[in-house]
């Protein structure tokens, strides 16, 4: 089942594998504590930059240990926490705050947090709700990452094929390769139609998880649906052969490859170079 604070329509509704990706990932947070926090006071002090930016800091600090032990922050300070961040132009701090805010349970405040932010940062909305989502799941917090997704939803935020991406590299990179997959068929039942760069992603993240197996058998049901491989397709396949040590067949099938023209001659000379092929 979802987590109890999840709302019950998502944009990924009714699959079990994101049942367990969000359960797998939510078991691994730290549990929360009732009590609240306050924050060290940054805003009184000293006035010269310096200062205000190294007291600033700790704050910071202070916030990720104190959510680091279970506690739950005060939705007001980490907003200012936030906005002064901003002033400062710290936008992966202001950032790691929003993620904090999600991983202890705030997930409407960490919503209203990004409307902020995104203002701040004068950026359109549905670039920066999909730069977070991003962000988050190159930090290895896909959880955090569908948490915002499931809520900025519900304010008309469209995930896209980058967003989409983001997502099935953040699922594979946490080892959760049935889920990566299975966002294929949760897209074509909301009516969104994958695109190659979402395939390209899968089978990416299929190769360096070693299971170049599966990414042969994304990239036959990707031909069978109609798709045609770019050569960042083949690149990756070829690579993925090659890493798991399985040089000379890694070496035929790049010479096939460049035969047929869908791999160009430097490509063909990269790889050759870099797992030393023959």
């Known amino acids: 089942m979802l987590p109890p604070h999840s709302p019950k329509t998502l944009v990924f509704p009714k699959t079990r594998g994101f049942s367990r990706a969000l359960s797998s990932t939510h078991v691994a947070t730290i549990p929360s504590k009732d009590a609240g926090f306050s924050l060290p006071n940054w805003r009184n002090g000293k006035s010269e930059s310096r200062s205000k930016e190294l007291r ?65 940062q004068n ?92 990414s042969f058998d994304i990239y036959e049901t990707m031909i069978a649906k109609g798709y045609v491989p770019n050569e960042t397709t083949y690149t990756i396949l070829v690579e993925g052969i090659a890493h798991e040590d399985e040089t000379d067949l890694a070496a035929e099938v790049l010479k096939e490859l460049h035969m047929r023209n869908v791999i160009s001659q430097n490509t063909m000379e990269r790889i050759t170079m870099q797992y030393d092929l023959e």
């Open 56 to 120: 600033l800091h700790d704050a910071f600090l202070y916030l990720e240990f104190m959510v680091g032990k279970g506690h739950k922050p005060d939705p007001a300070q980490a907003t200012q926490l936030l906005y002064d961040l901003c002033k400062l132009n710290k936008i992966r701090k202001a950032v790691r705050v929003m993620e904090l805010m999600v991983r202890s349970g705030k997930v409407v405040e960490a919503f209203s947090i990004l409307q902020n932010l995104a203002s701040k």
């Open 123 to 214: 950026a359109s909305m549905h670039d920066f709700y999909r730069n977070v989502i991003s962000f988050l799941c190159k930090k290895g917090n896909t959880y955090a990452a569908f948490q915002l997704l499931h809520e900025i939803t519900r304010h008309g935020f469209v995930p896209d094929s980058y967003t989409n991406s983001s997502l099935i590299r953040g699922l594979c990179m946490e080892g959760m390769l049935d889920e990566a997959i299975e966002i294929f068929e949760v897209m074509e039942e909301n009516g969104s139609v994958p695109d190659l760069d979402n395939y390209n992603a899968l089978i990416l993240g299929l190769c360096k998880a070693q299971r170049t197996d599966l």
